[in-house]
T-cell receptor, first 113, second 111 residues
Framework: NAGVTQTPKFRVLKTGQSMTLLCAQD?????MYWYRQDPGMGLRLIHY???????AKGEVPDGYNVSRLKKQNFLLGLESAAPSQTSVYFCASSYSLRNYEQYFGPGTRLTVT | GQQVMQIPQYQHVQEGEDFTTYCNSS?????IQWYKQRPGGHPVFLIQLVKSGEVKKQKRLTFQFGEAKKNSSLHITATQTTDVGTYFC???????????FGSGTRLLVRP
């Protein structure tokens, strides 16, 4: 099993450009999450999904959109990138509400200039 | 909203010394998890604590959940260079799907 994978690993955008980050998991997990991590701060939840076709806002959703068209994939979109969105983005998944351990992908380092 | 404080922010120890990080919540928790993130890596799950006063051990790591379920600690005995990384607590309240992560404690170990 590959676990949780993320593409791309690195990306540099100019202000105003758009992009989509892809997260895929092969563990048949229901729940998926997108976090951002900034220096000196913990992980902050952007959006999450409790199942195929459902999404919900986390702590810091502004400027991001998400979609979960297939159970194994969770996409994070930036429609108009801003320098404040420079961060490391992690995707995670978990099996159920009771078995709550989250499995993280390797991360995407995004720089917006 | 839910507040979580994790201390210290940073600790630099000599190999062989002990290390402890603390996590405190402003409200009663359903459970707490601990994760480790190596430099340049991603968070990896270590353990989950559910019961009031619970103590769990993993080799040199000891995890405790407070009696009031508002705080937790991670203690490493006789640190090794392989312990280097950032340790995060993550809190869950009631039936929420979401985890709230502490800001982490970065551990450096001098060989």
């Amino acid at each position: 099993n590959a676990g949780v994978t993320q593409t791309p690993k690195f990306r540099v955008l100019k202000t105003g450009q758009s992009m989509t980050l892809l997260c895929a998991q092969d563990m048949n997990h229901e729940y998926m999450y997108w976090y951002r991590q900034d220096p000196g701060m913990g992980l902050r939840l952007i959006h999450y999904s409790v199942g195929e076709g459902t999404t919900a806002k986390g702590e810091v959703p502004d400027g991001y959109n998400v979609s979960r068209l297939k159970k194994q994939n969770f996409l994070l979109g930036l429609e108009s990138a801003a320098p404040s969105q420079t961060s490391v983005y992690f995707c995670a998944s978990s099996y159920s509400l009771r078995n709550y351990e989250q499995y993280f992908g390797p991360g995407t380092r995004l720089t917006v200039t | 909203g839910q507040q979580v404080m994790q201390i210290p922010q940073y600790q630099h120890v000599q190999e062989g010394e002990d290390f402890t990080t603390y996590c405190n919540s402003s409200t009663t928790l359903s459970n707490i998890q601990w994760y480790k993130q190596r430099p340049g890596g991603h968070p990896v799950f270590l353990i989950q604590l559910v019961k009031s006063g619970e103590v769990k051990k993993q080799k040199r790591l000891t995890f405790q959940f407070g009696e009031a379920k508002k705080n937790s600690s991670l203690h490493i005995t006789a640190t090794q260079t392989t312990d280097v990384g950032t340790y995060f607590c993550a809190l869950r309240m009631d039936s929420s799907y979401k985890l709230i992560f502490g800001s982490g404690t970065r551990l450096l170990v001098r060989p």
